[in-house]
Structures are given as C-alpha cells and as structure tokens.
C-alpha cells in the first residue's frame, strides 16, 4: 500500500535529491513517476539508490489524474502553467518554488515548527515549501522562540552555489580551474567572480536596497513561525558547493541563557546540537551534506542587548532547503489526510 507520486523536475539537482530521499526515508510509494521538460523525455534517471530506473515523462502532456501528491522544482514560470492543472486533477502540489508561498489560502509549511498549517491545503490543493535559508533558521529559532518569544533576527547567511542550480556549481568548478592554471574567471551565472570571492547579492534588488532573497527571509519567519517577529536579513553566495550556513543574532522578550539554549535545542525535532568550545567543536558545510539535520553550534549570549543570544546553524540546503522539507511534507499531508491506494 502507498501512493502514487510524481516527482517533476526529476531531471534537476533537487528532482534527483527528492527521490533520493523518497527512497531513503522509504516513503509509502505505490507508484513513481518522473517528469521534466520535453528535453528531457525518454532519458532514464534512477530511483535513489534503488537500481531502479525511471523514464522521464514530458510534463506537458501528463496526464495528473489518479495521482495523489506530485513533488514539483521546476521554478515559477513551469509551476505557474503546470501546479493549477495537477491540482484540479486531484493531485496534491508541494512546490519548492517561490510563486505561491505568500498567497494566504496556500500553506507555507516547515514540518517540524507549523504542521497544523497544513490543514488549510484544500483550499487550493497545493501546498508550498520555502526558501532554503528560511527552512532551516526557523527550525533552528522555533523551539527557542515557544520557550522565551523572539522579538527580533537580524541573520547573515553564507549560502552555497548549488541554490542557484548546477549552473551555478558549474561556474564555480569552471573558475576555481581557469584561476589555477591562469585562465579568465568570467562570471555568467553570477553577477561578479563566485570562485575565491563572496558576492553580497541574492536575486533582484528591491527599492529599499535589500534583495528579494533577503526579503524572502523575513516574509516566510512571519508567514511560518510568527507575524510580530522582527526579521532582517544579508543574503550572501559563497564558494561552496553544497550547505547553507547562518549566522543569527536573536532577542527575545524573555531571558534564555545560553546553556538553557543548549538544552531546548539538544532535545528539538529537526535539530542537531553540536556546540563545543573548542577547535573544531562546531559543524561547516561540508560536514552537513547529505545529511536530514539542521545542526546548530557556537550558541551564546549576547551581551549587547537584553536577553539576546548568538548562534551558528548549517545545513544541506538541497535537503533541507528543498528535497527534504518537501518529502516531510508529503509525510505529514499522508499522515493527517491522504489514505493509502
């Protein structure tokens, strides 16, 4: 028994990671079907590390009757044409695009801090999963935040080329080698040199001279955790493959030690703890990839405000950020309202 669930984009960094983690978790699966784009039809792509092969379906012309939940990364402008037609079909959308996590009649779920949200998804049968660095600060923030409420973030995030897809992890590879053998480093992808260099830049520029990614952050912290939570934010890419990696500065309206931090997030659902002062006591990015946790170090007070804290959160941002969150999602939605075929 199980469900019959498409996976589209399959073809994509996160498509792939989605079945892998379909298979890993061993999600009740009755029947899989992978679908992209028509330059992609026919193609094999396998299921995890299952032996299994899947052939790659034109998305344009799938038919989503019958199926129950369909797993879409496949960017807004796809998802505009294609989320709606699934979901009148009676297929559940959990998209991992941006295009509908502000509509207010669509859940913007993070499993492990809003799962209730997820009741409300009838209402236009899909279902959306946020930005990757927002997925894994407010599974970092949220246990803290039920035990003293937070009043305001002010986050720095080091975020990896592969959130920009693999032309992004391309143009790193591509650079770090023509930098070693004398070669030109032309950005294409991004907007200046990604290779040995950080670029405080993420998506378009907004009037008031954040980015959109940056105001992603505050509008999702709202929309998921709490409206009167106080957010601001620095979005910046980094030469790194795979892993988020954050810097957050918290007040809160009660007083919260660090070690009584370290305790709630020891126990939190989500989270790893992993805070020793000492070299090397804390996580990085490469150590997260692939792995399901949002690991959490270097938690401490913060003298210069009242009840404020410190702390550094990593995390696999196309797990996490994207593949994982969605997958958790599909087990929440089975759990709470799906019946198995």
């Known amino acids: 028994m199980g469900y019959r669930v498409v996976v589209a984009g399959a073809t994509g960094n996160v498509g792939r990671e989605m079945l892998n983690i379909l298979a ?5 699966i009755a029947e899989l079907a992978a679908v992209a784009s028509a330059r992609s039809q026919g193609d094999q ?3 995890g590390e299952t032996g299994k092969m899947l052939k790659v379906q034109n998305i344009e012309h799938f038919d989503w009757s019958g199926w129950d939940i369909a797993l879409f990364a496949i960017g807004s402008d796809a998802t505009k044409i294609y989320a709606p ?3 009148a079909a009676g297929c559940t959308v959990i998209d991992n695009s941006s295009l509908y996590r502000m509509e207010p009649d669509v859940p913007l779920i993070v499993p492990e801090v ?5 009741d409300g998804y009838k ?18 923030l949220k246990p803290l935040h039920d035990a003293a409420t937070i009043k305001r973030v002010v986050v720095s995030t080091y975020q990896s080329v592969s959130g920009a897809g693999k032309a992004g992890m391309d143009e790193l590879f591509e650079q770090s080698r023509n930098i070693f053998v004398g070669d030109p480093a032309e950005p294409k992808k991004f907007t200046k040199q990604i290779a040995f260099n950080v670029i405080p830049h993420i998506d378009k520029f907004l009037d008031d001279g954040f980015t959109k990614e940056e105001w992603k952050m505050v509008v999702e912290t709202k ?3 709490d409206p009167k939570v106080k957010v601001t934010a620095t979005c910046v890419r980094v030469p790194v493959f795979v892993g988020h990696s954050e810097a957050i500065n918290i007040e809160f309206e009660k007083e919260l030690s660090a070690e009584d931090a370290q305790k709630i997030l020891r126990e939190a659902p ?3 703890l992993v805070d020793k002062r000492e070299d090397g006591g804390y996580v990085t990015p490469v150590e997260c990839v692939g792995e399901f946790a949002t690991y959490v170090s270097r938690v401490r007070e913060d003298p210069t405000v009242d009840n404020g804290l410190v702390l550094w959160c990593v995390s696999d941002n196309l797990r996490k950020g994207a593949a994982l969150n969605a997958v958790q999602i599909a087990e929440l939605l089975g759990r709470r309202h799906l019946k198995k075929a």
């Open 114 to 118: 809003n799962p209730e949200a997820i």
């Open 24 to 28: 890993e978790r061993e999600f009740p």
């Open 85 to 87: 037609i699934a979901a």
């Open 270 to 272: 989500g989270v790893m």
């Open 223 to 225: 929309k998921i955790m």
């Open 45 to 47: 792509i396998e299921f």
């Open 123 to 140: 209402a236009r049968n899909i279902i959306a999963n946020p930005n990757c660095s927002t997925a894994q600060m407010v599974v970092a």
